[in-house]
């Protein structure tokens, strides 16, 4: 079934359908990972984006169940140059086109996902719709087409796991803006007990459970359009550790008196090269985000960057002077991609044990 892609500056791209059949409308953005397709289509980051991905081909291993970081799609649709027809894998359960179908999923095969990049990088990030024809009525919805800000709400809360195989006696809070089940997994696998509040919770309520630090997990949309969080951020990082990843990490600049924007076309990708500024020590990372913190706003703010984007400079790190409370722009869960920065998981554990230590000192 032929099947058309419509961009918001006329554009057209004529492929052939798979997966569910059904039109979409949403941000069309792009993601450069050369492998975990099934974990992008999953993170609840690309809540509300139809999803391009630049290497062609896509579904080769298949899809494995428990590979997933949310329980269903999270992207709206998915876009790829060629679908794989014969996956092999052993720890495949099914194909992506019929996981595609199964879960409502609709996709486009057979474009020049080359050209499609290329303009996307030329006129940055668009709104888009997968339709199954074009006339001047869909392209008159499109211009119109507003999208929602804030896609949080539209996120199935990451589960709290379980506590079989914690090993020490710390608790961690995480604020689930739209968690990938990595990050929860990142922390179990270290031992520690993991509680997973809404977005909408009160600090009084986390602060009742008396944990011993907090992290601000990634997320879908525009953080400036979810200021009702900034005084939970503020009223717990006063009085425990604190890390934040990605959303998280612009939530936290927030609450300390910075500013987002919105990137052209953003980080999305497995192979983004983050320098800690403290000994120049390079990273390669996984990154999907549409916006960023911006370098002008921390005049007179207590954060200080500790990583930036060796590219183009976008802030990728920050710390609080006096508080032990920090964030990353990347994933450290790295999945997928490089697992370069994973120790960043220790380092905010090292300080949840320190500031535990002098408590009962």
Not at 69 to 90: D, F, G, M, Q, Y
Request: one cysteine or more; hydrophobic letters at 40%; charged letters at 15%.
């Amino acid at each position: 079934m032929r099947r058309h892609l419509i961009l918001e500056n006329g554009s057209v791209y004529t492929g052939t359908a798979f997966g569910a059949t059904t039109s979409v409308a949403g941000e069309l953005v792009f993601n450069t990972g050369m492998t975990g397709y099934q974990e992008s289509i999953t993170d609840p980051s690309y809540i509300g984006q139809i999803l391009v991905f630049t290497y062609p081909l896509i579904g080769n291993y298949g899809i494995c169940a428990e590979d997933n970081e949310a329980p269903t799609p999270s992207a709206s649709a998915v876009i790829v140059h060629e679908i794989a027809r014969r996956p092999s894998n052993w720890r495949m359960s099914t194909t992506l086109p019929a996981w595609a179908a199964e879960y409502g999923l609709p996709g486009l095969t057979d474009i020049d996902t080359r050209a499609l990049t290329k303009e996307l990088r030329d006129h940055g990030s668009m709104k888009a719709m997968l339709v199954d024809e074009v006339t001047p009525a869909i392209k008159s919805q499109l211009q119109s087409l507003s999208l929602p800000r804030n896609q949080v709400a539209s996120h199935q809360p990451v589960l709290s796991p379980n506590q079989s195989t914690v090993t020490t006696d710390l608790t961690i809070a995480v604020i689930d803006f739209g968690a990938k089940a990595s990050i929860v997994d990142a922390l179990v696998r270290r031992g520690v007990k993991v509680t997973v509040y809404p977005p909408d919770v009160t600090a009084e309520q986390v602060l009742a459970e008396r944990p011993d630090g907090v992290l601000l997990s990634n997320g879908p949309g525009d953080p400036a359009s979810m200021l009702a969080s900034l005084p939970l951020i503020r009223r717990l990082q006063a009085q425990l550790p604190l890390m934040g990843i990605c959303l998280g990490h612009q939530l936290f600049a927030l609450a300390n008196g910075a500013k987002t924007y919105k990137m052209k076309f953003g980080h999305r990708g497995f192979n983004h090269a983050v320098k800690r500024l403290t000994d120049g020590q390079l990273a390669f990372t996984a990154q999907n985000h549409g916006y960023a913190v911006a370098q002008a706003s921390l005049a007179g703010t207590d954060l200080v960057v500790t990583h930036e984007e060796i590219n183009d400079h976008t802030i990728e790190g920050l710390r609080l002077k006096n508080r032990p409370a920090f964030s990353v722009q990347f994933h450290p869960d790295a999945t997928p991609g490089p697992h370069d920065a994973s120790a960043l998981f220790d380092d905010f554990l090292a300080s949840v044990v320190t500031e535990k230590e002098q408590l009962h000192a």
